[in-house]
Every structure is written in C-alpha cells, then in structure tokens.
C-alpha cells in the first residue's frame, strides 16, 4: 500500500524558516519523481517544486525560487522541502505528491502525480 505522510509544518513568523517532510511507504521514491504542492484557502492547488528520480535535477515555482529547497533521502525515504525566508503570501496546506513511473517532474502538472499525502498546515503571521 503507497502511502505519503507529511510533517513539519507549524505556525511561524515572517523571515522564519521551517522544514517539511514527507515520509513514503509502499514503494521506493528514488525511482520516482517528486512533488511539492500548496493550497491557500480560495486557491488552486499550486506546484512549488520537484526533483526528477533520473538526475535529481530540481525545479522550482517563481514564488519561491531561491527561497525553498527540496532535496530527497532516498536512505530514509524520505522527501524535504526546506523554506526559508517565509512570507505571509506562503501561508497554505503544503503536500507532497508522486510519479512513480516518471523520470522527470514539472511543477505545471497535476494529474501526472498519481500518490498525495494529506497535507501539512503551513501558517506565516507575527
């Protein structure tokens, strides 16, 4: 059975870092290519990041370009996307997602990632 389960989120200040992970079971994710999403209240579901399983090459949504990084512990099995420099704007479920059977990963799809967790709460306020 896949399964996905995040973790990390919390309620932070502006400027304030968090890390999140996401832990899989049921399959092994270096084969795969990985997925960060958030979903602000009234909002679309948006990609943020991924890695690709072939390169581990990384991509990145303009948002948090040169703010977020993903990296992958294919020991652990086990995804993160570190966020630094948060912003209000940042505020959001953030969930991890996955295609197992893609080499590579986009940040534009959606229904390409075939395996969700259930999210994490991320919240940015003073």
């Known amino acids: 059975q896949v399964q996905l389960v995040e973790s990390g989120g919390g309620l932070v200040q502006p400027g304030g870092s968090l890390r999140l992970s996401c832990a899989a079971s049921?399959?092994?994710?270096?084969?795969?290519?990985i997925a960060w999403f958030r979903q602000a209240p009234g909002k679309e579901r948006e990609g943020i990041s991924c890695v690709t399983s072939i390169d581990g090459t990384t991509h990145y949504a303009d948002s948090v370009k040169g703010r977020f990084t993903i990296s992958r512990d294919n020991a652990k099995n086990t995804v993160y996307l570190q966020m630094n420099s948060l912003k209000p704007e940042d505020t959001a479920v953030y969930y991890c997602?996955?295609?197992?059977?893609?080499?590579?990963?986009?940040?534009?799809?959606?229904?390409?990632?075939?395996?969700w967790g259930q999210g994490t709460q991320v919240t940015v306020s003073s």
């Open positions: 997602a996955v295609a197992h059977t893609s080499f590579y990963c986009s940040v534009s799809w959606f229904h390409e990632y075939e395996y």
């Open positions: 049921g399959f092994t994710l270096d084969r795969a290519a």
